[in-house]
């Protein structure tokens, strides 16, 4: 299971860090994601990191901004979010992909978190 946390309501230009953290089964071989939901909007990819953390990849949306990476020990992957728009207000979800490359596709991802809202006011 993924349990992902750390969203709230955060001012444009403000952070937050958010977490997801792995139980029942160890993920450190797995590459991971984050991906975000705004409503009336399909899932989109923000985010993803290789197995090893050394492989980093964002949307164009949030390159420069956000910042993913992972603590194998902690079994837990992180999303950095700094300089936030109202435009990245979403429900935000991580994923567990059962391979240790990273990919930008949600139906590469065999596991998911249940999300967290994030809400960024202007």
């Known amino acids: 299971q993924l349990q992902a946390s750390g969203g709230g309501l955060v001012q444009a230009a403000g952070s937050l860090r958010l977490s997801c953290a792995a139980s029942g089964r160890t993920f450190s071989s797995y590459a991971m994601g984050w991906f975000r939901q705004a409503p009336g909007k399909e899932r989109e990819f923000v985010a993803t990191?290789?197995?090893?953390?050394?492989?980093?990849y964002y949307a164009d949306s949030v390159k420069g901004r956000f910042t993913i990476s992972r603590d194998n020990a902690k079994n837990t992957v992180y999303l950095q979010m700094n300089s936030l728009k109202p435009e990245d207000t979403a429900v935000y979800y991580c994923?567990?992909?059962?391979?240790?490359?990273?990919?930008?596709?949600?139906?590469?991802?065999?596991?998911w978190g249940q999300g967290t809202l994030v809400t960024v006011s202007s």
């Open positions: 994923a567990a992909r059962t391979a240790p490359h990273v990919s930008r596709w949600p139906y590469e991802y065999g596991y």
């Open positions: 990191i290789s197995w090893t953390g050394r492989t980093t």
